[in-house]
């Protein structure tokens, strides 16, 4: 008989945790469903608010590439003459205050190597939402100058001043478009368009709360031969190291 009682005690409690596990699992899917739906719901100018929000920050890649060495892969530690291999990166993203440049606009500069003065990418980020495709767009600036505004992220009064004339656009058509949402913002150029003579480029983003990701490759435009691109398209995957602002 007590035999028979201990049995039917522990029945009785698997099936209990049947339930809260089910239970668990329902609340999760509801949860999921519902921060899904509001995402839905959100307008095109909530998710660039929400851009604007997540991406400043500073970033780096070393946990990824902690992680990639450990099994073997390719690293770009010094020179950028690797095959496939990743580069370590620090990314710095600044909200800055240029009307000329529209109301939502972004300092980014990245470094590889881990050296400061080793620009990766320099760049003035423009977002808007197009009001004629109702899309969120980046519109991407480079400096002409390239040393003027270096470390100019830890001091943001360096740019006061700064206009279109000492800027170059990549153009309209090479706009990163915020595609889809899914917890995260994917943004990249459209197809072939960011095209300049025999090549195009691929620039994407995959922007998280507490991670940006992004990967980048030029194909030749008559035979999809890949002229260049690092870890073979796979995403550096950055880490976030300061809060948001």
């Known amino acids: 008989m007590m035999k028979f009682k201990s ?3 522990s029945a009785a409690a698997a099936a209990a945790i049947l339930v809260l596990s089910a239970c668990a699992t329902t609340n999760s899917q509801e949860t999921s469903s519902a921060s899904a739906a509001a995402t839905a719901e959100m307008t095109q100018a909530q ?36 095959k496939g ?14 009307p000329e440049f529209g109301e939502n606009v972004l300092y980014v500069e990245e470094t590889k190597h881990g050296d400061p003065t080793n620009i990766f990418r320099q760049r003035i980020y423009e977002l808007y939402v197009d009001d004629e495709t109702d899309q969120v767009r980046v519109t991407l600036w480079t400096f002409k100058d390239k040393e003027k505004y270096v470390g100019a992220w830890r001091d943001l009064s360096r740019l006061n001043g ?11 058509n090479c706009d990163l478009v915020m595609a889809q949402q899914d917890g995260k913002y994917h943004l990249a150029m459209n197809g072939k368009d960011c095209a300049f003579g025999e090549n195009y480029f691929s620039y994407q983003v995959l922007l998280g709360p507490d991670s940006f990701w992004f990967r980048d490759k030029i194909t030749r435009l008559a035979d999809e031969v890949v002229i260049s691109q690092a870890g073979e398209f796979t995403y550096h995957e950055l880490d976030r190291l300061t809060p948001a602002n």
């Open 162 to 172: 700064l206009t279109k004339e000492e800027m170059s656009s990549f153009g309209r």
């Open 7 to 9: 049995v039917y005690r």
């Open 47 to 82: 998710h660039l608010a929400k851009i604007m929000e997540w991406w400043p920050g500073d970033y780096n890649n070393d946990r990824q590439l902690v992680q990639l060495e450990a099994e073997g892969k390719p690293i770009w530690r010094v020179d950028d003459t690797g």
């Open 85 to 98: 291999g990743h580069i370590e990166v620090t990314s710095h993203y600044r909200v800055v205050d240029m």
